[in-house]
């Protein structure tokens, strides 16, 4: 399967009579936004700003955030089983606002987290400090319920980025990639003489407000498989995780997954990379053994020498990762695992909720107890209030002049552990 | 005798499974501790203790469930709560401040994480 993505460079976003790429800048209709976006009898309005790196501007809660994507050329459209049909995507050609990126706010719970701020210390943490925002604050109609409240703000948000995803249709590129991977035994062939790695693509997937959807199915409810690495880059993961800002996958990293982006860096020179298992994070624990066996299963059929296993979360999924690392090893393949830490706010704590001797090959991406003070913001889109409760402050976070001091896990992607974010974090 | 029983300080699950829950009177942490407790004297985990992504220190409600029974240690069992419990205190923090809707929201995601565990393994 192979795809070419063709990166329009946004390097500054506009409001203006009609929606369109000219010399890098997005211009956008704002009317015709908001009527797309909220184009569903379950919302009330929807209101859209931007937010530039730089700019003095706090929003919050962040919900997701989406990169617009169009397909050119090839079967089915992004985010396939949501916003188009199930055909299977990954081939063809795809163009990405690269820079551009659509940000929900909706307060779904009473205790909201999820914080990008655009300068200052805070932004330092949020790889989305650095995209041009188009914010689009959404109100559901009254009496709506958390479950449908997600499932609302999450598919307005798909609409905004397949709309402005249309204005890269017939621009041209800055660049083009191209990304290639061939079924299974022509893929060994190809490089016989290079060690063979899968990637074990862990998803969040325990119930309300942390659902994650593989070609519109609630992926609670498969048995692991196997994807071709470049259908992520069509939107066939999507997001409907709301809960852990710093270590959730937001819909926009999921396509722009590092790990993956990495492995085909590597691919035909170091290593031979064969393709991804995805697989759950499931609450019960004969769940964990079935994914966790079938996981391991499908690697060693798929002959892999190697893999690279990334964990999304914290605590509950730390018995996935470990179960993962433990079958996968047994059966002599070798296991690099990716994770995030919870070790308290000095650093000295227990990380992780569990752990095994095999895991000797383990990348962090930072602790997510880590405090950080966040001053004031001139402007704040979303919700204010929030801060008061916010999951990872205590009482007092949200300081009488604005600032926020808090756990640096109410950031978006402060943790990232597909290795979105900046930050690690070492022994001592 | 083996049985499922949901050990909670929740009162939406108790509301929700009245004849399957154990009642825990206070925190999450009397919570966990009534658990491994149990998987002292035999209970096997049917639920991981952490649910969900919502940190154990920030939600004033867990449940977790438990096949109740008496008999050899299940060190599967034990291993996971004794986890969970060291990666929860530091410092056991107060709920004071949460409002009756913050908790009514806390109830509910831990309410529907364990149905979704248990619908899960009625299939």
Redesign the interface.
């Known amino acids: 399967m192979k795809l070419e993505v063709g990166e329009i460079i946004i390097k500054d976003i506009q409001f203006g009579p009609g929606t369109e790429v000219k010399n890098g800048t997005l211009h956008i209709n704002k009317q015709e936004l908001e009527k797309i976006t909220g184009a569903d009898e379950r919302i009330q309005s929807v209101e859209a700003f931007l937010a530039r790196p730089g700019e003095s501007v706090r929003i919050l809660p962040v919900k997701d955030v989406v990169q617009p994507r169009v397909k050119v050329e090839g079967k089915g459209g992004i985010f396939p089983g949501f916003m188009a049909g199930v055909e299977q995507v990954g081939e063809g050609r795809t163009h990405v606002l690269k820079g551009a990126a659509v940000v929900t706010t909706g307060k779904i719970?009473?205790?909201q987290e999820g914080i990008i701020d655009m300068s200052g210390p805070g932004a330092q943490y949020t790889p989305f400090s650095q995209t041009q925002n188009i914010v689009l604050k959404i109100e559901p109609v009254e009496g709506i319920k958390?479950?449908e409240h997600e499932v609302v703000v999450r598919l307005a948000g798909f609409r905004a980025a397949n709309y402005l995803g249309e204005a890269g249709k017939a621009a041209t590129p800055d660049n083009v990639k191209t990304y290639e991977t061939l079924p299974l035994l022509q893929q060994v062939a190809q490089y016989p003489n290079l060690p063979k790695v899968a990637y074990v693509y862990m998803l969040?997937t325990?119930?309300?407000?942390?659902n994650t959807f593989y070609y519109g199915v609630d992926v609670?409810q498969i048995v692991p498989t196997i994807m071709y690495p470049t259908e992520i880059m069509d939107g066939a993961i999507v997001s409907g995780?709301c809960?852990?800002a710093c270590?959730?996958n937001p819909t926009y990293i999921h396509a722009n997954n590092p790990v993956i982006e990495d492995l085909y860096a590597e691919h035909g020179k170091t290593i031979n990379f064969l393709g991804c298992v995805i697989t759950n994070e499931?609450?019960?624990?004969?769940?964990?053994e079935r994914s966790s066996n079938m996981t391991a299963k499908l690697v060693e059929f798929m002959g892999a020498d190697a893999v690279i296993i990334s964990e999304e979360?914290?605590?509950?999924p730390?018995?996935d990762l470990v179960m993962n690392c433990n079958k996968i090893e047994a059966k002599g393949i070798k296991t690099v695992l990716i994770t995030d830490e919870?070790a308290?706010q000095d650093g000295a704590?227990?990380?992780?909720?569990?752990?095994t001797p095999l895991g000797d090959a383990c990348v962090t991406a930072g602790n997510a107890n880590e405090v950080l003070t966040m001053p004031p913001m001139d402007t704040v889109i979303g919700y204010p209030e929030v801060a008061?409760?916010i999951?990872?402050g205590?009482?007092g976070s949200l300081a009488a002049d604005g600032s926020i001091t808090a756990e640096i896990?109410v950031i978006i992607g402060a943790t990232n552990e597909l290795g979105f974010g900046k930050l690690t974090a070492k022994a001592m | 005798m083996e049985c499922a029983r949901i050990f909670t300080n929740n009162p939406a699950v108790g509301a929700a499974y009245p004849d399957a829950t154990h009642w825990v009177e206070g925190n999450v942490r009397d919570v966990f501790v009534a658990v491994r407790d149990a998987v002292h004297r035999g209970a096997r985990?049917?639920?991981?203790p952490?649910?969900?992504?919502?940190?154990?220190w920030?939600s004033p409600y867990r449940s977790v469930?438990v096949l109740a029974r008496q008999g050899a240690l299940d060190f599967?069992s034990l291993?996971?709560i004794e986890?969970?419990m060291?990666?929860s205190g530091?410092p056991w923090?107060h709920h004071?401040?949460?409002?009756a809707?913050?908790r009514?929201?806390?109830q509910?995601?831990d309410l529907?994480?364990?149905?979704?565990?248990i619908k899960?393994?009625d299939k």
């Not at chain 1, 325990?206 to 942390?210: D, R, S």
Request: charged fraction near 20%; hydrophobic fraction near 35%.
């Open positions: 719970m009473g205790f958390q479950h969040q325990q119930g309300l407000l942390h609670r995780n809960v852990s270590d959730k499931n609450v019960t624990l004969a769940d964990k979360g914290f605590g509950n730390d018995a919870y308290g704590s227990q990380s992780l909720a569990d752990s008061h409760v999951a990872g205590w009482e896990q | 985990l049917l639920s991981h952490l649910c969900g992504s919502v940190k154990p920030e469930w599967a291993r996971l986890g969970a060291a990666v530091r923090p004071a401040h949460y409002d809707s913050i009514e929201d806390y509910l995601i529907e994480l364990m149905k979704s565990a899960n393994s």
